[in-house]
């Protein structure tokens, strides 16, 4: 199966300051320019470095996307960041329910609901993230959890005509633990996620990218399978050398 587009995320988290962001980000961009147009590459850098990072992938090919965001777009809310910020700052993409916002911060349901809507009424493209805990996964409850997850997180949003979604599974398990599902495995669960997606959001754009403990050993195998577009990538995404290994055996 030919796909048209390759979707390649990083999501450096909390692991590079400003300076480290910066080089990084530098290096992608002298790396990439001779990059195929069917790959759409998005970094999501600190808070704290977006706009510098933004700054330097302007004029690439390279686009950029905010880890988390609030759901309002001003207000008494200390330490956060609105969407109408990061939008204005020139991103393109956000993390929407990441498993560390749900599970770390105890992000509901009903709060991943209201950032979709936050996203989307700001022309920023949500990477809505679902996957179940291995505790889920062994009671065989993997794809209720993410059913769930689902159904909430796209109750009552409105899609205008051109919108896109992309839903990135990341079962808990397996994100930071270098524990891979199981391409296959994957795979499955990226055709139920296709299944409820298109009866709560019939005609909707969906991409579904996989997530957790991807390397460059084994991110062919998931590339191969037909339902999956593309990757998020945590930790090994924010060191030059090994975003550079995936990158090239993704392709």
């Given at each position: 199966?030919?796909?048209?587009n390759?979707?390649?995320?990083?999501?450096?988290?909390?692991?590079?300051?400003?300076?480290?962001?910066?080089?990084?980000?530098?290096?992608?961009?002298?790396?990439?320019?001779?990059?195929?147009?069917?790959?759409?590459?998005?970094?999501?850098?600190?808070?704290?470095?977006?706009?510098?990072?933004?700054?330097?992938l302007?004029?690439?090919?390279?686009?950029?996307?905010?880890?988390?965001?609030?759901?309002?777009?001003k207000?008494?809310?200390?330490?956060?960041?609105?969407?109408?910020?990061?939008?204005?700052?020139?991103?393109?993409?956000?993390?929407?329910?990441?498993?560390?916002?749900?599970?770390?911060?105890?992000?509901?349901?009903?709060?991943?609901?209201?950032?979709?809507e936050?996203?989307?009424?700001?022309?920023?493209?949500?990477?809505?993230?679902?996957?179940?805990?291995?505790?889920?996964?062994e009671?065989?409850?993997?794809?209720?959890?993410?059913?769930?997850?689902?159904?909430?997180?796209?109750?009552?949003?409105?899609?205008?005509?051109?919108s896109?979604?992309?839903?990135?599974?990341?079962?808990?398990?397996?994100?930071?633990?270098?524990?891979?599902?199981?391409?296959?495995?994957?795979?499955?669960?990226?055709?139920?996620?296709?299944?409820i997606?298109?009866?709560?959001?019939?005609?909707?754009?969906?991409?579904?990218?996989?997530?957790?403990?991807?390397?460059?050993?084994?991110?062919?195998?998931?590339?191969?399978?037909p339902?999956?577009?593309?990757?998020?990538?945590?930790?090994?995404?924010?060191?030059?050398?090994?975003?550079?290994?995936?990158?090239?055996?993704a392709l």
């Amino acid at each position: 199966m030919t796909k048209s587009n390759i979707y390649l995320f990083a999501n450096w988290k909390m692991y590079l300051d400003l300076a480290e962001s910066e080089k990084l980000a530098k290096a992608l961009v002298k790396n990439c320019k001779k990059m195929s147009k069917k790959i759409k590459m998005a970094i999501f850098p600190s808070a704290l470095s977006f706009v510098s990072v933004a700054k330097i992938l302007k004029k690439s090919v390279l686009q950029i996307g905010a880890q988390n965001m609030h759901f309002e777009d001003k207000g008494g809310f200390t330490g956060e960041v609105a969407a109408t910020m990061y939008k204005a700052s020139g991103a393109n993409y956000v993390l929407v329910g990441h498993s560390e916002r749900r599970h770390l911060f105890h992000e509901t349901n009903h709060e991943v609901q209201m950032k979709m809507e936050a996203a989307l009424n700001n022309k920023l493209i949500p990477i809505l993230c679902v996957g179940e805990t291995i505790k889920e996964r062994e009671e065989r409850k993997a794809k209720e959890v993410v059913e769930i997850q689902l159904r909430s997180a796209l109750h009552g949003v409105v899609w205008s005509k051109n919108s896109q979604l992309i839903v990135a599974y990341e079962p808990v398990w397996a994100i930071g633990t270098g524990k891979h599902c199981d391409p296959a495995e994957a795979q499955k669960m990226s055709e139920i996620i296709f299944q409820i997606v298109d009866n709560l959001a019939p005609g909707l754009k969906l991409i579904v990218l996989y997530g957790g403990s991807v390397n460059g050993e084994n991110v062919a195998d998931f590339m191969k399978q037909p339902n999956i577009n593309g990757i998020l990538v945590g930790g090994a995404s924010s060191k030059l050398d090994s975003w550079m290994q995936i990158m090239h055996n993704a392709l």
